[in-house]
């Protein structure tokens, strides 16, 4: 095998784009059962210039054990590409003659009907140029080259013609300057966010490119696998498709008011929601946008919106604030082009595709605009089992602290619970836009805000992306973008009603102390704990429907999967009252495996192959050492960062991360047969400034991260925090022996930096007694040997005085 990698390597092969099935070789074994990618297509670059437009199908096996795998040669159909912004554009002079002219103009009517008016001047005066075109940036290109090369003959001849040379430095100029321009789009289109700082490999970049498009051609080549089926077939069946999700069959829901309201908007933040917009705030969220994300139907992105404020913010500040005056948008503004993106690498079915909003720049002025206003009230109205979005919520507590949980509740004699996880079918796409509406009234929104929200996300229409070119033209009745800056605070609003219906009918779920939680939340994520009956069981499905018919979020049981613990045996009755028919000992929840019992090696295996396959292929052969680099410490490491913050990493994948990073950054391969080199890999991931690279390694960003879960264990309020105080006390005690693995590695760390916390005392504090080195950087329990109690506020007196064993204690409480 490490032959085969070894040629595929040294001979620059990748795989090409493919779609079907995941594996194409099963061993027939029962007991054994083995699924494996055996067979696959592999091709050159030059076979990727050449033919760009192909790919290969993976195909039923038939009576075979391999899967055949046809080869398609694409189709190869010219399309109209829509307009895109060239953010080089802007150090072009005839552009901003053009831009000043139309800008200047006197605004009539509607301001932001004359805003979208006045960009479509500008598209189109753009277009009249002969450096629209990045073609004629690459013709000329080629024209500079020849004349520096015709240039240079003629020095050959006399190299002290003053002319001549002249010339040579004025071609010389004009050539950096132009390849300058090229590489500027060749970075935009390749949208390679890490790479902001050394290199600018056009190779690399080019790859890059490449590979996007083959994820974007994915669904046409999906759908055109049968040879007798056009492009226009394809084009249509895409178009329906998207057109009956987003206008589902109206179906009876129930009134919003049979729902718990939960917490309703504070007075204080009604007024703050609908003040009036400044331009300050307008400015913000302009220049808060990337300036490189994809843009909407228009054409225009950020950087073209930030770079030319100077001229256009006086217009673009008039037309946002009419909006918020008369909460009226013109369809323009709100249309939105769809991005077909797979959600993993073999999608079979055109439902394993993810549909992704662009949106205009001019709308998502106004969204992030509403979207500022409305974070800081989300905290207080959502329930802290949501973790998605919100502010100083952390996604990955949810995982720590359903793995706590797994483990505490799996020892036997620990009661019969059940965790499932629910997968909302097509969450975003069929949330009921007429319940999110009446949702926010019910949680007492200013009237005027609503109308805001309504014009938003009411009467979109959209257009499909498909190979560059926009398809179709249809309208919606149903769901939220994904892509539009708001969506996701409103869908966490309206999967706040599942956990409001939860606690108000009374599902059992987790029970320890003073602590409880049947729930968790990350957008549509959900983790369900309850109590194993069926009893409970029937309440859940009951909800459950209820919330389904109300909000138009079905759950698909046949993608929902369920656990019990290994002594629990009324497995089956459970399940055929929920409907959930896949049993499983391992859920993955976020991306992260967690399970009742301890999690083995192979549980890591999606992260190392992960790893390797990030460190092979056409990345590592055309990177550089300083841009391997620089893909360590912005990829790879995000890729390693996330699993810490979720589980506790064994030493193997230590080991396996050390050895596949050297071989990487050092040979650029990680099957090298050079195995040794010269620097040891703990220096290398030393500082910049004590002789290494600065690359973290794993124990660093393990340490890091769990002195952040024990910081915000004593400053936030969340789940995770109340689940840890309640079941450990302090990360100090030491009579704590059955603990699980995260939470032996949080002590390790808290005894490790013992000197970095200081405690300030108050009533509400978190604070144990007895097991925090609260007194005098002691703990009291070094102090005092007597029985005390361990949290503050039962012993406070007047908030100011405490007194142990007739000992007076004076302590300053934390204002």
Request: hydrophobic share 40%.
């Amino acid at each position: 095998m490490k032959d085969f990698n070894d040629f595929i390597f040294h001979n620059g092969l990748l795989d090409l784009n493919s779609v079907g099935g995941k594996f194409t070789w099963y061993n027939q074994q029962l007991d054994n059962p083995i699924h494996i990618k055996l067979d696959r297509v592999l091709v050159n670059v030059v076979w990727g210039n050449v033919f760009s437009d192909s790919f290969c199908s993976i195909q039923s096996p038939s009576c075979s054990d391999h899967c055949p795998v046809i080869l398609h040669p694409g189709n190869a159909t010219q399309v109209f590409h829509r307009f895109l912004f060239k953010n080089y554009w802007t150090k072009i002079d005839s552009y901003w003659s053009i831009l000043l002219e139309v800008f200047s103009r006197p605004c009539s009517g509607n301001p932001l009907s004359h805003l979208c008016h006045s960009l479509r001047m500008l598209k189109s005066g753009i277009k009249k140029e002969y450096w629209a075109s990045s073609n004629s940036g690459t013709r000329h290109l080629a024209y500079l080259h020849n004349k520096q090369s015709t240039l240079l003959e003629q020095m050959q001849l006399d190299h002290c013609n003053a002319d001549t040379n002249m010339a040579y430095k004025n071609c010389n100029s004009e050539l950096a300057k132009f390849n300058s321009l090229h590489a500027s789009w060749i970075i935009q289109r390749a949208k390679v966010k890490w790479l902001k700082f050394g290199e600018d490999d056009l190779k690399f970049l080019y790859a890059k490119i490449k590979s996007r498009m083959g994820s974007k051609k994915s669904v046409i080549n999906l759908l055109s696998c049968n040879p007798s089926t056009s492009r226009t077939d394809v084009i249509s069946s895409v178009i329906q498709y998207y057109q009956e999700l987003y206008n589902p069959p109206h179906s009876h829901s129930l009134d919003v008011e049979a729902f718990p309201v939960g917490v309703s908007v504070p007075e204080h933040y009604r007024m703050t929601l609908c003040s009036p917009v400044l331009d300050e705030e307008i400015k913000a969220a302009v220049f808060m946008g990337s300036s490189n994300s994809a843009p909407g139907p228009d054409g225009f992105n950020f950087y073209f919106f930030k770079t030319s404020w100077h001229i256009i913010g006086p217009v673009v500040c008039r037309a946002i604030k009419s909006f918020f005056t008369k909460s009226y948008m013109p369809n323009g503004v709100k249309a939105t082009a769809i991005a077909i993106i797979p959600k993993h690498s073999n999608a079979v079915n055109i439902s394993d595709y993810r549909p992704i909003a662009l949106c205009n720049v001019v709308y998502k002025i106004i969204a992030k605009v509403i979207t500022v206003r409305l974070k800081p009230v989300m905290n207080f109205i959502v329930k802290d089992n949501q973790a998605g979005f919100l502010k100083s919520r952390v996604s990955t507590d949810n995982i720590l602290l359903a793995s706590d949980i797994l483990y505490h509740s799996g020892k036997r004699g620990k009661g019969n619970i059940f965790c499932a996880k629910l997968d909302i079918k097509k969450a975003f796409d069929s949330v009921s836009r007429e319940f999110l509406i009446a949702r926010l009234i019910q949680k007492d929104f200013p009237s005027h805000f609503v109308s805001w929200v309504k014009a938003c996300i009411c009467d979109v229409n959209f257009s499909v992306l498909l190979s560059g070119a926009l398809e179709g033209y249809f309208p919606s009745a149903a769901g939220l973008r994904q892509g539009c800056p708001i969506s996701p605070y409103l869908f966490c609003l309206v999967m706040d009603v599942l956990s409001n219906l939860l606690e108000e009918r009374g599902f059992k779920g987790i029970f320890s102390n003073d602590f409880s939680i049947s729930n968790l939340l990350y957008a549509d994520d959900v983790l369900i704990f309850g109590e194993a009956t069926l009893e409970n069981c029937n309440l859940l499905v009951s909800i459950l429907n209820d919330f389904a018919t109300g909000s138009g979020l079905h759950v698909n049981y046949d993608k929902c999967a369920i656990m019990f613990p290994k002594h629990f045996n009324n497995q089956q009755a459970i399940c055929q009252a929920l409907s959930i028919h896949n049993i499983t000992s391992k859920i993955t929840y976020l991306g992260i495996p967690l399970s009742f019992h301890r999690l083995k090696i192979e549980d890591y295996m999606p992260l190392m192959d992960s790893l390797n396959k990030k460190f092979s292929g056409w990345k590592a052969n055309l990177l550089s050492l300083a841009g391997r680099l620089q893909y360590m410490k912005f990829t790879i490491q995000n890729t390693i960062a996330y699993w810490i913050r979720g589980a506790i990493l064994p030493k193997s994948v230590h080991k396996f991360f050390k050895k596949t990073s050297s071989r990487f950054l050092f040979f650029g391969e990680v099957n090298s047969n050079k195995k040794l080199h010269m620097i040891a890999w703990n220096k290398v991931c030393l500082p910049f400034s004590k002789g290494g690279l600065g690359i973290y390694s794993i124990p660093a960003m393990q340490f890091s991260y769990i002195f952040s879960v024990i910081l915000r264990m004593y400053n936030c309020s969340s789940p995770l925090s109340a689940w840890l105080l309640n079941k450990y006390r302090s990360p100090w005690n030491p009579s704590i022996t059955a603990a699980s693995n995260i939470w032996k590695s949080i002590c390790h760390s808290a005894s490790m930096a013992k000197h970095c916390f200081k405690f300030r005392i108050s009533k509400d504090a978190p604070i144990s007694l007895k097991w925090d080195h609260w007194y005098d950087n002691c703990r009291i329990s070094d102090v005092f040997s007597s029985n005390i109690l361990h949290q503050i506020p039962d012993i406070f007196l007047n908030n100011i005085y405490l007194i142990l064993d007739g000992i007076f204690l004076m302590i300053s409480p934390l204002v």
